[in-house]
């Protein structure tokens, strides 16, 4: 199985997501940062790509745990990819640990991916939308001001957020809320 294998059935699990018509734009996001900042970091891209692809295919099954159906779903597609199995494990654990608390014990591409979910987030137009519509100013002012920096462990990746996060939060003082 090639990437673009993988694509189309990342593209078709997301797509059977009936809460976010948007899902795979957040992927693509995703997969965007993932391979830049595994770039910019000197981790294995390949590795990266693959779990930011499959980070979100679980939610075709419901938004509940998606990241450990994810992980199961994505088990079953890497057993037809030829790479070490070392790599498959990574990849796993990239999906599996990509909602935790980010750790400096863990390997880079597991924050890589933690960063990169972050950051599609918050350049996805459509989510940033969704997000103003149905929280409050306030919850979504403290994720701006401190939950994603949670997330962030990656100086790169911070460095890519924070004129994002400045538009932001310029928005929501600026705008109407729902």
């Known amino acids: 199985m090639l990437m673009e294998d993988i694509e ?12 976010d018509p948007h899902l795979f734009a957040h992927v693509q996001l995703v997969r965007q940062f993932a391979v830049e900042l595994a770039r910019s ?15 979100d295919i679980g939610k075709c099954t419901g938004r509940k745990d998606h990241h450990i159906t994810g992980r199961e779903m994505a088990e079953h597609v890497l057993e037809t990819v030829t790479l070490q199995q070392e790599r498959k494990d990574l990849i796993l654990k990239c999906i599996v640990n990509r909602r935790a608390i980010p ?44 939950g994603c920096f949670q997330r962030l462990s990656i100086e ?23």
């Open 8 to 19: 189309h059935f990342a593209e078709s699990c997301c797509q059977q997501d009936p809460e």
């Open 41 to 55: 970091e000197t981790a294995d891209s390949d590795v990266c790509e693959i779990a930011a692809l499959l980070h």
């Open 103 to 146: 750790s400096e014990d863990d390997e880079i591409e597991v924050r890589i991916v933690q960063s990169a979910d972050c950051l599609g987030a918050l350049f996805h137009d459509e989510w940033q939308e969704h997000c103003r519509k149905t929280m409050s100013r306030d919850v979504l002012m403290q994720f701006y001001n401190e």
């Open 156 to 178: 790169s990746a911070r460095a890519i957020a924070l004129p994002r996060l400045e538009i932001l939060k310029e928005r929501l003082i600026t705008e109407s809320f729902h």
